[in-house]
């Protein structure tokens, strides 16, 4: 029966339907089976580079607090208390240093959301995301460490000053030493999902 209304059909209908089939073919191989191509925004990368090199200099100045506060320790240990102040002025400095480097480090995220939806295929953006993600909890854990540490410095200053026992000195270091931890988990995060990007 359809080779009868095969024959029946005039050529020109049948070669038209043959050219709509292979039509349809190659639409849906190109659809379904290509590979999307890459698309990433120069903002997008600029963004990237800036953020990773912000992020970098935020883990520096909060591992050199860590070393600081040992020796600020010490010096409290030996009743140095001049020196341990001069310290603590130098960390006030660069506890205000880190917080410039957070709104930098914000507005450069900023820019990154901003490309999201420019960026192919849609499994590479996905995956930018969670390293904007990544990078935002840091900012949030570093807003938390400039607390505590400028809490710890006052208490500092105050016990060098007579003013205080420094009986919370201790449990502000643990809480410090926890936000440090974090941020340099986050930003390794960070890199690590900006690696799988670069594989999508």
């Known amino acids: 029966m359809i080779t009868d209304l095969y024959s029946k059909t005039p050529k020109r209908i049948r070669l038209l339907i043959l050219f709509i089939i292979i039509i349809l073919i190659g ?8 590979v999307e191509t890459r698309n990433v925004p120069e903002d997008f990368l600029r963004a990237r580079q800036e953020a990773s090199l912000i992020a970098s200099e935020i883990v520096a100045i909060s591992n050199e607090s860590t070393n600081n506060l040992n020796e600020i320790a010490e010096l409290d240990k030996e009743g140095k208390y ?8 130098q960390e006030l400095k660069r506890n205000r240093q880190a917080r410039e480097k957070a709104i930098k480090l914000s507005v450069q995220l900023e820019t990154m959301a ?4 420019q960026i192919s295929p849609a499994s590479a953006s996905q995956v930018a995301l969670q390293a904007i993600s990544s990078e935002t909890a840091l900012i ?8 505590y540490l400028t809490q710890l410095l006052e208490v500092l200053r105050e016990k060098f000053l007579g003013k205080s026992d420094g009986d919370k000195i201790l449990e502000l270091l643990v809480k410090i030493n926890g936000e ?11 890199n690590e999902v900006m690696g799988e990007f670069d594989l999508k």
């Open 114 to 117: 901003k490309n999201l939806s």
């Open 180 to 190: 440090i931890q974090a941020i340099n988990d986050l930003n390794r995060k960070f």
């Open 82 to 89: 001049t020196e341990a102040l001069v310290l603590i002025s």
């Open 27 to 34: 639409y849906f191989v190109l659809r379904f089976l290509t």
């Open 140 to 147: 949030s854990r570093l807003i938390t460490y400039n607390e």
